[in-house]
């Protein structure tokens, strides 16, 4: 039925095939990496119906596909991360809490945030801040809460 004479003098074809197969690569990995060469698939047959040699044909394939990837990636990524709020723990950075138990140098306390009791460390160990001071999140490593306090947060800026 379709000898290799027809498939190998066929390369819209081929090239459509290939596009179709990374389409659906794509659609089952969600990867945002087989979609690029899908287009350069694309523009690679637009090429070969109008008869360009096999080499031109695999060189715009590659060229649009690294194009696509490296230039529109970011930007595909930003737009479907938009309305991604922080959660858990992460939407705590920043907040200001109360210590509740003294933070020693080089130990942690506890820190009292949105009605919550927390672990927490000083951002600069060896500081030592005491029960009663305000302090702001400054980012969360494990299940402790990095803080400094708001009255130096306020001065370093």
Same mark, same amino acid.
């Given at each position: 039925?379709?000898?290799?004479?027809?498939?190998?003098?066929?390369?819209? &074809?081929i090239?459509?095939?290939?596009?179709?197969?990374?389409?659906?690569?794509?659609?089952?990995?969600?990867?945002?990496?087989?979609?690029?060469?899908?287009?350069?698939?694309? +523009?690679?047959? &637009? +090429?070969?119906?109008?008869?360009?040699? /096999?080499?031109?044909? %695999?060189?715009?394939? %590659?060229?649009?596909?690294?194009? &696509?990837?490296?230039? #529109?990636?970011?930007?595909?990524?930003?737009? &479907?991360?938009?309305?991604?709020?922080?959660?858990?723990?992460?939407? /705590?950075?920043?907040?200001?809490?109360?210590? #509740?138990?003294?933070?020693?140098?080089?130990? #942690?306390?506890?820190v009292?945030?949105?009605?919550?009791?927390?672990?927490a460390?000083?951002?600069?160990?060896? /500081?030592?801040?005491?029960?009663?001071?305000?302090?702001?999140?400054?980012?969360?490593?494990? +299940?402790?809460?990095?803080? #400094?306090?708001?009255?130096?947060?306020?001065?370093?800026?």
């Amino acid at each position: 039925m379709f000898g290799i004479e027809f498939i190998a003098g066929n390369w819209p &074809l081929i090239w459509v095939i290939v596009a179709i197969v990374l389409g659906i690569i794509e659609a089952l990995t969600m990867g945002l990496t087989t979609i690029w060469f899908c287009g350069g698939a694309v +523009v690679a047959a &637009l +090429v070969a119906m109008i008869g360009a040699p /096999l080499g031109v044909q %695999f060189a715009l394939f %590659f060229i649009v596909s690294v194009v &696509l990837l490296y230039f #529109t990636r970011p930007i595909v990524q930003r737009k &479907l991360n938009v309305g991604v709020e922080k959660t858990n723990s992460d939407a /705590l950075i920043g907040k200001i809490g109360f210590v #509740t138990k003294q933070i020693e140098a080089f130990s #942690t306390g506890q820190v009292k945030l949105e009605g919550n009791e927390w672990t927490a460390i000083a951002e600069n160990r060896e /500081l030592v801040i005491y029960q009663n001071t305000k302090v702001i999140v400054s980012r969360i490593e494990g +299940v402790k809460l990095v803080v #400094t306090p708001a009255e130096q947060h306020t001065e370093n800026k």
